[in-house]
């Protein structure tokens, strides 16, 4: 059962936990696009994808001599760059952020490290308090239906600077599963030392 528990924990890492609903601000492009495509910028330099430095500015009359991105490019690059999309958040980008979910109001982050804490215990022979700890987490782990909303950046949470969450995706469903096969184990490793 910990083989399976930490097989799933390991997987629910690569699939997205959280699915927001569209936003424009999602669209990979957005950052670097939004600017670019105005009629009076040109760039001297632009990324293509991320690739390396854009640098792009108001174009000056006196602009002789310089070369630029031919517009053209940058458009044809461009396209949708303002189209709404889903953005994600993987198991490991909750894993590393998710201990701010105070902030917002949710604890279900903490499952992890109180459920690890409930392994150790079972481990140690404390099986009857790694059991209760266990079932704590994974009833703190289900608290992540709570959230709402994350914010784009740690600087405001206002509506318009939020990002909306659509659904809960396969990587949650796989932590939750997670949790149960270590809740389910540090209850076995209980019933085991009883008959012992």
Known sequence: ????????????????????????????????????????????????????????????GDAAGRSFVDKQRILDYCQGWDAPVAGVARGYEILMMGWLGPLLGVFAWYAAPLMGLALLLSQIGKRIVATVLAAAALALGLQSYALKAIPFNESSMKPEDLNYVDHLGAGFYLWIAALAAFAVFCFLEKETAARH
């Open 1 to 60: 059962m910990l083989i399976a528990g930490l097989a799933l924990f390991a997987a629910s890492l690569a699939l997205p936990g959280i699915v927001h609903k569209p936003d424009v601000r999602s669209n990979p492009k957005h950052g670097e696009c939004a600017y670019a495509v105005q009629d009076d910028v040109q760039c001297d330099a632009f990324s293509f994808g991320g690739s390396g430095m854009t640098s792009c500015g108001l174009a000056a």
